[in-house]
Structures are given as structure tokens and as C-alpha cells.
Nanobody
Framework: QVQLVESGGGLVQPGGSLRLSCAASGSIFPINTMGWYRQAPGKQRELVAVILSGDSTNYADSVKGRFTISRDNAKNTVHLQMNSLKPEDTAVYYC????????????????WGQGTQVTVSS
């Protein structure tokens, strides 16, 4: 079974920083993409950042310039460095991993972590 283990969440003051980490294990197929989503109470889950196996990245407009996503393909680990945190960044952050392509064949496998709480408050 595939397991995603997240760490690094917590409470931080506005303007502070946190670093989230997620390690995926147990995947039969190579993990093509890894990313972070977040969901605040009463809100829809939204993409924060995603990184492909080729290291291309995409960020939500709300976090561009403040957050940086990176990965270690050998370790199937993804990190999210969050700087200049704002109260509106408060949410449960979910690690995501996908096995979407194998030898030009589309795959349906998507995995989620349990989520880690990030609270930005003074």
C-alpha cells in the first residue's frame, strides 16, 4: 500500500515561516507528480503547489513568491517552504502524489496524506 507521511505543520505568527515535508512509500509505479493542497474550514480544497518529476512547478497565485516547492525523486519526498505566512494561509495542508503515466500509458493512481494543520495567527 502507498503511504504518504506529512510533517512540519504547526502554529506560526504572521510573517513567519514553516517547512512542510512529505514522504511517499510503497508505490508500485513511479510517482510522476507530487504537490500540496490545502483546505480551510468551509472552503474547497485548493492547489497550493505541484512539482513534476522533471522539476517543473506550478503555484497558486496566492502563494507565488512566498512558497517554494521542491522534491527529491530518489526519496519520493516533497517539501514546501512557506515564507511570509499570512492568516489566510491557515488551513489543513495535504500532500498529494500521483502515478499518472507509465511508458506512455495513463494511470489513475492518486494518493493523499492525512493532512497537517498550519495555523497562522498572532
Amino acid at each position: 500500500q502507498v503511504q504518504l507521511v506529512e510533517s512540519g505543520g504547526g502554529l506560526v505568527q504572521p510573517g513567519g515561516s514553516l517547512r512542510l515535508s512529505c514522504a511517499a512509500s510503497g508505490s508500485i509505479f513511479p510517482i510522476n507528480t507530487m504537490g500540496w493542497y490545502r483546505q480551510a474550514p468551509g472552503k474547497q480544497r485548493e492547489l497550493v503547489a505541484v512539482i513534476l518529476s522533471g522539476d517543473s512547478t506550478n503555484y497558486a497565485d496566492s502563494v507565488k513568491g512566498r512558497f517554494t516547492i521542491s522534491r527529491d525523486n530518489a526519496k519520493n519526498t516533497v517539501h514546501l517552504q512557506m515564507n511570509s505566512l499570512k492568516p489566510e494561509d491557515t488551513a489543513v495542508y495535504y500532500c498529494n502524489a500521483e502515478a499518472t503515466m507509465y511508458r506512455s500509458i495513463a494511470l489513475p493512481y492518486t494518493y493523499w496524506g492525512q493532512g497537517t494543520q498550519v495555523t497562522v495567527s498572532s
